[in-house]
């Protein structure tokens, strides 16, 4: 009796559904291809698997010449961003069961970002609108001798939700407006000016409102809500755009 | 057991042989969802007004240089051809106003930014409302001249 179900539980792991699913990736390669092209691959894929696990077996098993980042894998450095079904997700967030795999499933690089090998884009222009907008705490006043700049708790709410941004870029690469003007500071740089424009233990926000009151500033964002839709954290992006704008225009923060 | 061997390398190198490359250069249109696509309506129909808008100034202006070449031009405007382009005309105007209204609302109204997609489809039965009074009405007089 006790061996049936002990014989019964391995048969039971056996059991748990796997899936063929085709990814089209669109490939480029910058030493052989004038043209990004698409290429198929079939993999075998259970439930819970995720995209990333899907380009990791491609490129360990099928073709390892298949270029993308990851670093952590889990959600949290950003790496991954990639355009999944024709929407920015990071490939370690995307789970198999969430997509249609009657399909296939198309991934391709973030749109917007100079394009250097399959899945990998030239980050430094979103990074360079980032360092533009000073994300950093610039207090003018000293906290007392071995004490911390005090902070209530609903001044800290302010701009709780900026700060979840891990830079995965999945934003700015969505936006119409950056696909376009490539000058346009984007929703990632502007996230995170929000995180110190409302802090109350920062003290320019001055600054940073007239960066972004600037030509290229949150005055391109025409609220089509592709960023806050693509954010693999759950901020609401032009949410936080509004708020800036209504900044500018109050003129205080 | 339908055991899948999907680990071993002989298997699994099986469908590179299959791999077929498509030639499709360009890359997916981004699946926005209704803040997209209210947005690219609404630059549509602004500018299809504002072409619209220049021909109007131009035409209302030929009655300055003589009133027989602004009724004749008027005249053209008579037809069932026309007649079907103001429809197309009036529907750009409802909806750019209606969605015009939304995105000042986004932009003034502390909680529009959450409301926006509820408001998109306000907005579309809006359109829906006004067409429905406007077009019987305005195709029956078009075609009963």
């Known amino acids: 009796m006790s061996t049936a179900t002990l014989d019964a539980a391995p048969s039971d792991a056996d059991a748990i559904e796997s899936f063929t699913v085709t990814l089209i990736i669109r490939r480029f390669d910058p030493d052989v291809d004038d043209e990004p092209r698409w290429q198929d691959f079939d993999v075998e894929m259970f439930a819970t698997d995720r995209i990333l696990d899907a380009l990791h077996k491609i490129k360990w098993e099928q073709d390892g010449s298949l270029t993308f980042r990851r670093s952590c894998a889990h959600g949290i450095c950003g790496s991954d961003a990639m355009r999944i079904n024709g929407r920015n997700r990071l490939a370690c967030k995307t789970l198999i069961k969430d997509l249609d795999i009657s399909k296939p499933i198309y991934v391709e690089a973030i749109k917007g970002l100079p394009l250097e090998k399959d899945l990998i884009v030239d980050m430094e222009p979103f990074f360079a609108s980032y360092r533009e907008v000073q994300p950093f705490l610039q207090a003018r006043t000293m906290p007392g001798a071995g004490k911390e700049r005090v902070q209530s708790v609903v001044d800290r709410a302010r701009f709780d939700d900026t700060t979840k941004c891990i830079l995965c870029a999945a934003c700015t690469s969505s936006c119409p407006v950056f696909w376009t003007d490539g000058q346009y500071f984007g929703p990632a740089a502007i996230v995170n000016a929000h995180r110190f424009i409302f802090d109350s233990r920062d003290d320019e926000a001055k600054v940073r409102l007239d960066i972004l009151g600037g030509k290229d500033g949150v005055w391109r964002c025409r609220t089509t809500f592709n960023c806050t839709e693509a954010c693999p954290r759950g901020i609401q992006v032009t949410q936080a755009i509004a708020e800036v704008k209504s900044a500018l225009m109050r003129g205080t923060a | ?145």
């Open chain 2, 1 to 145: 057991m339908s055991v899948k061997t999907v680990g071993t390398p002989e298997q699994s190198r099986e469908p590179e042989l299959s791999t077929t490359t498509s030639r499709r250069p360009a890359g997916t249109l981004y699946r926005g969802r209704e803040g997209m696509w209210s947005w690219v309506l609404h630059r549509i129909t602004g500018v299809a007004i504002f072409f619209f808008l220049l021909v109007h100034v131009l035409d209302t202006a030929l009655v300055r240089v003589s009133p027989e070449a602004y009724n004749a031009v008027i005249g053209t405007y008579q037809t069932p051809v026309m007649g079907l382009g103001e429809v197309a005309l009036v529907g750009a105007i409802v909806f750019h106003a209606f969605n015009g209204i939304r995105i000042i609302l986004i932009d003034f109204w502390s909680k529009g930014t959450v409301y926006q997609r509820a408001m998109f489809y306000v907005v579309i039965g809006l359109w829906v409302i006004t067409m429905i009074g406007f077009v019987p009405r305005h195709l029956i007089n078009v075609f009963s001249h």
